[in-house]
């Protein structure tokens, strides 16, 4: 087998058995079988459902459960490595041809990989370390009528709620701004949103 | 807050005795500054200048704070408002001095008072950078920008004294919660132009 586009590292041994054995497939047998993996792909964490779409499609074809989740498991290799190298469809393509399986299926699920690749990019950007990432900001804001050191004041103020997620624990912050710092506040995150589109 | 008692115009009379009138004015600020809890000591330290006893510099000090924060308290702009606090035989010179100091105080005096008001946390300053995070174990190559925001938060002042603390929390935004917070602070802005033009 020659250099892999996907991954460096050596290929398990029964993937090529499990290749064959994706081969005997029928063209709808494949084509079904891709969309539940997509599927799953694009939301990872409906486990659950792929496991239960699995088990119905070994049902459906009479393919017993067990040697079906290898060869899923060997299927899943190329995508998942696909992703974290940004290989092109005709790369995953060149892939499964190297693995050993048929052309027609491999430029199937290339296909299917070029129409699914930009939802997974950003599901696995989505993923990338995110230090104190700002999940919410609630507000409200509102006069001061009176103090015990001033009985009419009539004053703004703005409250600021945020809710950062430290490692996997949600923390509040409550803030409290004056007016202007409410406007100069606005106007650093509008710079910021200037930087960040002009990267984009 | 404080409110003025009868003994404290008596009390008051004693400045009578200062130096001067910088004194005076001098005295005026710290009894206003300072908090209840701190007026012992300023008396202790008042007394000598003004040749009292220390309890009666006690019964000074705190006449004297009472009756900053009074005027304080209910915004009076007007020398006629307060020198009718004044009862009929206070000493006509030390009251028209006292009224003066007061009125020359009165605007830093408020925003002092409603600078130590209670609140949430303050915002004090605020920093960002943006990055461009190049790699990660998910994505070997990639280019995203992102943005970090550094909040210097300062504690309740009341709550600290004279040492407040002040905490720095930086946090990530993503594009997309950057534009959502943009969105949120838009909305405020406009609320905030209709309050402020009805």
Same mark, same amino acid.
């Given at each position: 087998?020659?250099?892999l586009?996907f991954t460096r590292?050596p290929v398990?041994e029964? %993937?090529s058995g499990?290749?064959?054995?994706?081969?005997?497939?029928?063209a709808?047998q494949?084509?079904?079988l891709t969309e539940v993996l997509?599927?799953f792909?694009?939301?990872?964490?409906?486990?659950?459902?792929?496991l239960a779409?699995?088990?119905d499609f =070994?049902?459906?074809?009479?393919?017993? $459960?067990?040697p079906l989740?290898?060869?899923?498991?060997s299927?899943?290799?190329v995508?998942?490595?696909?992703?974290?190298r940004?290989?092109?469809s005709?790369?995953?393509?060149?892939?499964?041809?190297a693995?050993g399986?048929?052309?027609?299926?491999a430029?199937?699920?290339?296909e299917q990989?070029?129409v699914?690749?930009?939802t997974?990019?950003r $599901?696995?950007v989505g993923?990338?370390?995110?230090?104190?990432?700002?999940?919410d900001?609630?507000?409200k804001?509102?006069v001061?009528a009176?103090?015990s050191?001033?009985?009419k004041v009539g004053s703004i103020?703005?409250?600021?709620?945020?809710?950062?997620?430290?490692?996997?624990? $949600?923390?509040?912050?409550y803030?409290?701004?004056?007016l202007?710092?409410?406007y100069s506040?606005l106007h650093?995150?509008?710079?910021v949103?200037?930087?960040?589109?002009s990267? @984009? | 807050? =404080?409110?003025?008692?009868?003994g404290?115009?008596?009390a008051l009379?004693?400045?009578?005795?200062a130096?001067?009138?910088? =004194?005076?004015r001098?005295?005026c600020q710290?009894c206003?500054?300072s908090p209840?809890? =701190?007026l012992?000591p300023?008396a202790q330290?008042?007394g000598?200048?003004?040749a009292?006893?220390?309890?009666?510099?006690?019964?000074?000090v705190?006449?004297l704070?009472?009756?900053t924060?009074?005027v %304080?308290?209910r915004?009076f702009t007007?020398a006629?408002?307060?020198l009718c606090?004044f009862?009929?035989?206070?000493h006509q010179?030390?009251?028209?001095l $006292?009224?003066?100091?007061?009125?020359e105080?009165?605007s830093?005096?408020?925003?002092?008072?409603q600078?130590s008001q209670?609140?949430?946390?303050?915002?004090?300053?605020?920093?960002?950078r943006?990055d461009?995070?190049? @790699?990660s174990?998910?994505? %070997?190559?990639m280019?995203v920008?992102?943005c970090l925001l550094?909040l210097?938060?300062?504690e309740d002042?009341?709550?600290?004294?004279?040492?407040?603390?002040v905490s720095a929390l930086?946090?990530?935004? @993503?594009?997309?919660?950057?534009?959502t917070?943009?969105?949120g602070l838009?909305?405020i802005?406009?609320q905030?132009?209709?309050v402020a033009?009805?």
């Open positions: 087998m020659g250099l586009n590292d398990p029964a %993937v499990d290749m064959h054995n994706l081969n005997q497939l029928s709808q494949f084509s079904e997509f599927r792909l694009t939301e990872p964490k409906e486990v659950e459902r792929f779409q699995l088990s =070994a049902t459906m074809n009479k393919i017993s $459960l067990g989740k290898n060869i899923v498991k299927i899943l290799l995508p998942n490595g696909a992703l974290k940004n290989l092109s005709e790369q995953v393509r060149a892939d499964f041809i693995l399986l048929s052309e027609e299926k430029s199937y699920f290339a990989w070029k699914n690749s930009p997974l990019t $599901l696995a993923q990338t370390l995110m230090i104190n990432q700002l999940v900001m609630e507000w804001f509102g001061t009176g103090s050191e001033l009985e103020f703005l409250q600021l709620k945020l809710v950062v997620k430290k490692g996997s624990q $949600l923390e509040n912050v803030v409290e701004l004056t202007p710092q409410f506040f650093e995150m509008e710079r949103k200037t930087s960040l589109e990267f @984009s | 807050m =404080a409110a003025l008692r009868d404290d115009f008596a009379q004693m400045l009578l005795k130096p001067s009138k910088d =004194a005076v001098q005295l710290e206003f500054s209840p809890a =701190a012992g300023l330290r008042a000598p200048g003004l009292v006893s220390a309890e009666e510099a006690e019964q000074l705190s006449a704070h009472n009756l924060r009074h %304080v308290y915004g007007g006629e408002d307060i606090l009862p009929e035989n206070f010179n030390l009251k028209n $006292l009224t003066k100091i007061i009125l105080n009165i830093a005096w408020r925003n002092e008072a600078a209670i609140s949430l946390p303050r915002l004090v300053d605020m920093d960002w943006v461009i995070k190049t @790699s174990d998910s994505i %070997v190559r280019a920008p992102t550094q210097k938060i300062q002042a009341a709550l600290c004294g004279n040492n407040p603390v930086t946090v990530e935004l @993503s594009k997309e919660t950057l534009d917070m943009l969105e838009g909305r802005r406009d905030l132009s209709a033009n009805k």
